[in-house]
C-alpha cells in the first residue's frame, strides 16, 4: 500500500471500505452537501457539513455589517499566519477583496482571493519569488 493507503501502482483496484464507513459517508451527505474541492490541483468530492455551511452563512452576513467587516484586516493574520508580512495598507485591501467574495457567496472568488493573496505575503516574506 502506497502514500496514504492508494494503490501503490495505479492499476492496482482500491480497497473496499467498510460498510459503516460508507454509511457514515451517506449520513453527512444526508446533513451537509456534496460538492466537490480543489486539493493541489486535482478536483474531487467532498462532503460538506451542515454546520460547516452555517459558518459560512454567519460569516456572510457577518461580513454584510460595516462593523463586523472593519475588523477583519486585524484578524486575518490570526486566520492565516501568511498574512502577518503583509502591511495595513496590504490587510486591508486583502480584507476587501475577501469580503466581497464570501458576501458573494463564491467559493471560487474566495479560493482566488486566498491563493493570489498567499502569493504576495510569500513574496513580501522572501518565501517566493515573483
Known amino acids: 500500500m502506497g502514500y496514504c493507503g492508494y494503490p ?6 482500491a480497497p473496499e471500505l467498510p460498510a459503516d464507513t460508507l454509511v457514515s459517508a451517506v449520513d453527512n451527505a444526508r446533513r451537509g452537501v456534496v ?3 480543489t486539493i493541489k490541483g486535482e478536483r474531487v468530492g467532498a462532503i460538506v457539513s451542515g454546520s460547516t455551511l452555517a459558518m459560512s452563512q454567519l460569516l456572510a452576513a457577518l461580513l454584510t455589517s460595516e ?5 477583519l484586516p486585524a484578524v486575518l493574520p490570526a486566520a492565516f ?4 508580512s503583509l502591511p495595513d495598507e496590504h490587510l486591508k485591501a486583502f480584507a476587501g ?14 479560493e482566488t482571493v486566498l491563493v493570489d ?11 517566493r519569488s515573483t
Do not use: D
Not at 501503490?8 to 483496484?13: C, I, L, N
Not at 499566519?81 to 502577518?84: G, K, L, R, Y
Open 8 to 13: 501503490e501502482r495505479m492499476g492496482q483496484s
Open 35 to 37: 460538492t466537490h474541492i
Open 67 to 71: 462593523m463586523a467587516a472593519s475588523a
Open 81 to 84: 499566519p501568511w498574512a502577518s
Open 97 to 110: 477583496e475577501l469580503r466581497e467574495a464570501v458576501v458573494a457567496e463564491s467559493p471560487q472568488r474566495v
Open 117 to 127: 493573496w498567499q502569493a504576495v505575503a510569500e513574496v513580501r516574506a522572501g518565501e
